[in-house]
């Protein structure tokens, strides 16, 4: 069994539970009750005169074990919100990563910022529920996902009014994101069977990926030269968990990164054309 499939048997486990209590009926009812969605697709797509960033709020990781101890996540989403974030993740996986839908609650009521669900998205129920708790991106990794269920997932998110972040890793998972339509496709650099991170497939990916669609680099960014490469392969946008949760001052570390963005962009415009 793979890590990903490991997470996701936990992710299934975990739902049941949540449906009993909750049945989908009155999740529909309080996902009607939420506010309006937030267009996160807008939000990353910026200026145009640099990339944007999505900021993580991750405890800990498979990969990692122990990040950090965050006490307090809508404070910390403050603090993202305060250094330039576009959008902020809030990672509701609770067994692997120690996260909560109580986190995405409190993130919501403390910041304007589209918030991005981060989940294992299995089923249906766990897209209502991101919309009933004020998320306005979900994660849909084409890794875990048949194309029916790919397709059927980015319909109902799109018809509650959000975005899907559909996340790939290999040049066919790209053709099939690709296909059913996704507007916003992530590239995770992060291998999420050996959990291995190659920054290298990044460039070649992105490349494969039509103009209007929005690439987001995810993972593995630590420092301005991992966002200057990243820009500079096309990334509209980066994913950042790691780098600023074990960082004393985020919002420093946003502000360095967007930098490098926009340096890396300004360079870009300036070598001549073959
Ligand atoms: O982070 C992990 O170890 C991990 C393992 C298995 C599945 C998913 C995992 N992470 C989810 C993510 O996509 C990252 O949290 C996100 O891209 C930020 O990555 P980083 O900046 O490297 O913390």
Do not use: C
């Not at 609770?94 to 909560?100: E, L, M, P, T, V």
């Not at 986190?103 to 989940?119: E, I």
């Not at 059913?180 to 990916?205: E, H, Q, W």
């Amino acid at each position: 069994m793979s890590v990903l499939d490991d997470i996701i048997a936990g992710v299934r486990e975990d739902l049941a539970p949540r449906v009993e209590a909750r049945p989908l009926e009155q999740l529909r009812d309080d996902a009607a009750a939420a506010p309006a969605p937030r267009d996160a697709y807008a939000a990353l797509s910026g200026d145009g005169s640099g990339i944007t960033l999505i900021a993580e709020v991750k405890r800990r990781s498979p990969s990692k074990g122990a990040l950090a101890d965050i006490a307090d996540p809508a404070a910390l989403a403050v603090r993202y919100e305060t250094g330039g974030a576009a959008v902020v993740s809030v990672l509701t996986e609770q067994r692997r990563f120690g996260g909560s839908l109580a986190d995405l609650d409190s993130v919501r009521a403390a910041v304007d910022l589209p918030l991005l669900r981060k989940d294992f998205t299995v089923d249906e129920y766990q897209i209502w529920e991101a919309r009933a708790h004020g998320a306005d991106l979900i994660l849909l990794i084409v890794a875990a996902l048949t194309d029916e269920e790919l397709a059927g997932f980015l319909a109902l998110t799109h018809e509650l009014g959000m975005n899907a972040l559909v996340e790939t890793h290999t040049d066919v998972e790209v053709e099939r994101a690709v296909a059913v339509g996704a507007r916003i496709i992530g590239i995770n650099v992060r291998n999420l069977k050996t959990l291995d991170i190659d920054r290298s497939v990044f460039g070649p990916l992105a490349g494969g990926i039509p103009a209007g669609t929005l690439i987001v680099a995810e993972s593995g960014v630590r420092d301005v030269a991992d966002v200057e490469r990243f820009a500079s392969d096309g990334a509209d946008a980066i994913l950042v968990g790691e780098a600023l949760v074990r960082h004393d001052n985020p919002e420093d570390t946003i502000a360095a990164f967007l930098n490098a963005g926009r340096s890396a962009r300004l360079v870009d415009q300036d070598q001549p054309t073959a």
